[in-house]
């Protein structure tokens, strides 16, 4: 196969003309690994502010004899491997909640036995259900009731709500001090990011984004900075967290949805649902440095165990393919029975608003669990690892090791 790669540029907030010269670039890191990788015409970043640019960094004189130690490679997912358990949550009951848009719902699943243990009503239009930054709340994000349900997750029952204006989605600062919720709105200029604090609940600021549909995003491996994707006008955003103020854009086009940062804190990966593929981004210059393309209708990431693999869920085409961090090698897109459903559920991304009935499948058991009409993004209980510093950083449960500080 073909090995493409074509670099996007800075720019103004003006949307470049399609006709700017397109050339091939060699990007540090990326082998001759057999994907695809196709960008697009140099669309550039909007550049909302200026960045100072990054100091060198500088070191002391030491004598020649002394070898100087290789920087150790950070893994931001380190702590979220399999069986690594918090005692937060050790004793809670391993449970799946699975919004259901249809019915306004929240079905909640033992996955060991497949059952239905629980159903009950959290507003118009559940979208996705998130864990709290320190693990100890689930929230329903309900878009057309303008609430969050809580949920304690040691019962596996609501206990109580928070009225917020048209929650889609829901994130943390990784220092845990502040939530964003995050509106979808079809409205360039509209607000659509909420900052609020996340212990009183207490609006801090509303962010205006100036293209409409707001959708999902991930952090910097620091906090310091979160990139968030507009769906309905193909831009992603650069948002200072500390100062809850706009950055940067880049014009990425098609429709991008969900968000994730690589293992290594160094580059983001953007799924594009328009598009069948993934935009690789440097967050620094805010370019796109490699496009892989995936299959019809990609939608939601979810990141290996062992932060080796990046899984994209193709909603349209109905498949699964894996992205190999180390090579950005977009491995090979499976179809079967399975598959066809499993990788929304499996890795509690996407939704299935356009697949109708849904079943929970399990490819080892062959069974499932009718859950309704049309479940969205679901949360299975979380668990990582008990000697690391941890948090929920939002959506459908993602978690990171607090302690990194090395970041773009």
Not at 71 to 98: C, E, H, K, L
Not at 146 to 158: F, G, S
Not at 261 to 278: E, I
Request: glycine fraction near 8%; charged fraction near 20%; charge should be positive.
């Amino acid at each position: 196969m073909r090995l493409e790669q074509r670099h996007a540029s800075s720019a103004s907030l003006a949307r470049p003309s399609p006709t700017v010269p397109r050339w091939a670039v060699l990007v540090i890191g990326l082998g001759a690994i057999g994907a695809l990788l196709v960008a697009e015409p140099a669309h550039g970043s909007a550049g909302l502010a200026s960045d100072s640019p990054t100091p060198t960094p500088t070191s002391s004189r030491m004598p020649a004899s002394t070898p100087t130690p290789a920087p150790t490679p950070i893994n931001v997912y380190r702590g979220t491997g399999v069986g690594m358990f918090s005692p937060t949550v050790a004793s809670d009951p391993f449970r799946v909640y699975v919004p259901d848009e249809a019915s306004g719902t929240v079905i909640v699943i033992d996955p060991r036995t497949f059952r239905i243990v629980r159903r009950y009503k959290v507003g118009a239009s559940p979208e996705h259900v998130t864990p709290d930054w320190d693990l100890r709340r689930l929230y329903v994000e309900a878009v057309f009731s303008n609430r969050l349900t809580i949920i304690d997750p040691r019962t596996a029952r609501p206990i109580g709500s928070r009225t917020v204006p048209g929650p889609y989605n829901l994130y943390f600062s990784l220092d845990g001090r502040k939530a964003i919720v995050i509106l979808d709105s079809h409205l360039a200029g509209a607000r659509q990011v909420y900052f609020y604090d996340r212990r009183t609940w207490r609006l801090l600021k509303v962010l205006r984004i100036p293209w409409a549909g707001a959708d999902h995003l991930d952090f910097t491996a620091d906090g310091r900075y979160a990139l968030l994707s507009t769906e309905y006008s193909g831009y992603v955003v650069k948002i200072d967290v500390a100062r809850m103020s706009l950055v940067k854009a880049l014009y990425v086009g098609g429709r991008p949805i969900d968000v994730r940062l690589a293992p290594d804190g160094r580059w983001f990966y953007v799924a594009n649902q328009s598009r069948g593929g993934v935009s690789v981004i440097d967050p620094v210059r805010m370019r796109q440095v490699a496009f892989l393309r995936t299959g019809n209708g990609a939608h939601g990431l979810a990141i290996s165990r062992d932060a080796h693999r990046l899984y994209v869920t193709n909603r349209l085409a109905g498949t699964l393919s894996v992205i190999d961090f180390a090579g950005h090698d977009r491995g090979i897109s499976r179809r079967n029975p399975a598959l066809d459903l499993e990788p929304v559920w499996r890795h509690g991304v996407g939704d299935q608003r356009q697949n109708g009935p849904a079943d929970r499948t399990d490819p080892n058991r062959r069974s499932a669990t009718r859950t309704g009409l049309l479940p969205t993004a679901g949360a299975a209980e979380p668990r990582p690892q008990r000697d690391l510093p941890l948090a929920a950083l939002g959506h459908d449960g993602r978690m990171v090791v607090t302690a990194i500080t090395a970041c773009p």
